[in-house]
């Protein structure tokens, strides 16, 4: 059975029992009067208000479930306590519906009430359409006793976010949040009017958020939030687990949440002059971290070997890559760069890497592209006119490409003096894999039946 059906059928049985007691001809003495035990022995009808507080009981607690209420409570001298509640209810009136109302039963024995009042009508229960703007009720509060009273609300957990629950003191002229905090007074036995006024206002308040997102070079997020009116506002700033970051009150400027780490973050902006409330959410992402961009490669391409150039992409932060060729601008956006030159000459090569972010670092070589062996090589001049060609193929790799087949030996020693290699050719090329050389600069030495060369190289 839904809320609806329940308060429905709810508010049958409090008209059944409504009916049975007041069909009754002791219904004064039995629901107004105070009952001993010794008295309801004798009473022709000793369980009417045993029977009447369960079906008032039923109403007022099962009927609403998750229903938009709120329970006005008041409590004074000797242990008094009395309440009213007003909740909504589709359908409801501004007057008495008797399918959602409960009038106030006071009885004859003297004590301290509470209650709403409609024109000349006293309420216990009373439902109301859902307020979309403001509702008024005057409320009545009266004591044969005259002491000191303190009026507080519960149950209202359900009311829509952005509603506001006031009450105002005509006496006092307080003008109380009844839903944050209790208000106490002193109430005479002379008052028969009502003094207070229940206000309900629905205000959601439009937010203005602008973030800033940390960049490369500049690290650090930030939110300014700010609506309209003139306040003074109180802003509150939640990370994502409900935890308060950063509060600002009685302030009329926009306020600014600085976030260093990212994450998503909510804030409320409350209006403490002219009431509403707003909350929005946004996120910043994390600080990214800049992108390195390195890569290794040969520095020497032949042509007449297929033109091919391989470099391997040892870039860090980065997601994404883009390669030029400097050839017609030819491009790749593969993570390592493998191109194909057709021409021969020098070209510039560039790795850009980016991040998430769109920061991007970039690092450039030159290449030398050339058609034959005979053409001059990066890594080393000609050792001879004819004969030996020095190639540097990347990765610590070497060629010492024989041009005439002619012999010859290649020697290398580090800056120390230390002989590292010694290769001799019978006419062949030489290939030379330093990859286990420490980094560093290293002296070479070829030679050949007509001359000998010596020259410093690197290994990185």
């Known amino acids: 059975m839904n809320n609806i059906n329940k308060q429905q059928a709810n508010t049958s049985i409090l008209k059944a029992f409504a009916q049975l007691l007041f069909s009754s001809p002791d219904m004064e003495k039995v629901i107004m009067q ?8 004798l009473s022709k009808q000793p369980y009417l208000p ?3 507080a369960m079906a008032f009981l039923v109403v ?5 479930g998750q229903t938009p209420m709120v329970r006005l409570n008041m409590s004074g001298p000797n242990n008094c306590l009395d309440e009213t509640v007003i909740y909504y209810q589709a359908g409801a009136t501004t007057g008495f519906d008797s399918d959602y109302d409960a009038y106030k039963l006071t009885g004859v024995n003297p004590h301290a009430i509470i209650a709403q009042q409609y024109d000349n009508t006293l309420l216990q229960i009373n439902g109301i359409e859902e307020v979309t703007g403001s509702f008024t009720i005057p409320i009545l509060a009266k004591t044969p006793h005259t002491g000191t009273y303190t009026i507080f609300a519960t149950d209202f957990q359900d009311m829509p976010f952005g509603t506001y629950v006031h009450l105002y003191d005509a006496v006092t002229n307080d003008y109380v949040n009844i839903l944050a905090g209790d208000h106490t007074f002193t109430l005479d036995d002379t008052t028969t009017a009502p003094r207070f006024f229940l206000d309900i206002d629905y205000s959601i308040l439009p937010i203005t958020l602008t973030t ?6 500049y690290n650090i997020g930030k939110c300014i939030a700010q609506t309209t009116g003139h306040g003074p506002f109180n802003y509150t700033w939640k990370d994502s687990s409900g935890n308060i970051v950063r509060t600002t009150t009685n302030t009329s400027s926009p306020d600014t949440l600085v976030v260093y780490n990212g994450g998503t973050f909510v804030v409320t902006i409350e209006d403490m002059e002219e009431g509403g409330i707003g909350m929005d959410t946004f996120m910043i992402i994390p600080s990214p971290v800049t992108p390195t961009a390195t890569f290794n490669s040969m520095d020497t391409v032949i042509l007449s070997e297929g033109g091919i150039f391989s470099a391997q992409n040892f870039s860090t932060n980065a997601s994404a890559y883009l390669w030029h060729f400097s050839d017609n601008n030819s491009f790749t956006t593969s993570p390592d760069g493998h191109h194909t030159f057709t021409d021969e000459g020098l070209y510039n090569v560039t790795l850009f890497a980016y991040n998430i972010a769109g920061c991007a670092d970039s690092v450039s070589k030159m290449i030398t592209v050339f058609k034959v062996p005979q053409e001059p090589t990066v890594g080393m001049e000609e050792i001879s006119a004819e004969s030996i060609k020095w190639c540097t193929l990347g990765n610590n790799k070497f060629l010492a490409k024989n041009n005439d087949s002619e012999n010859f030996t290649i020697s290398m020693m580090d800056m120390n003096g230390k002989n590292m290699i010694e290769e001799k050719s019978n006419g062949e ?4 894999d330093l990859s286990n050389f ?8 070829i030679k050949t039946k007509k001359t000998s060369k010596t020259t410093k190289f690197i290994v990185d």
Do not use: E, N
């Open 438 to 445: 420490s980094k560093g600069m290293y002296l070479m030495t």
């Open 212 to 217: 800033t997102q940390p960049h490369c070079s």
């Open 34 to 41: 105070p009952v001993s035990i010794k008295q309801r022995k």
């Open 50 to 52: 045993f029977i009447y």
């Open 429 to 432: 090329d030489l290939h030379f």
């Open 60 to 64: 007022s607690i099962s009927a609403f």
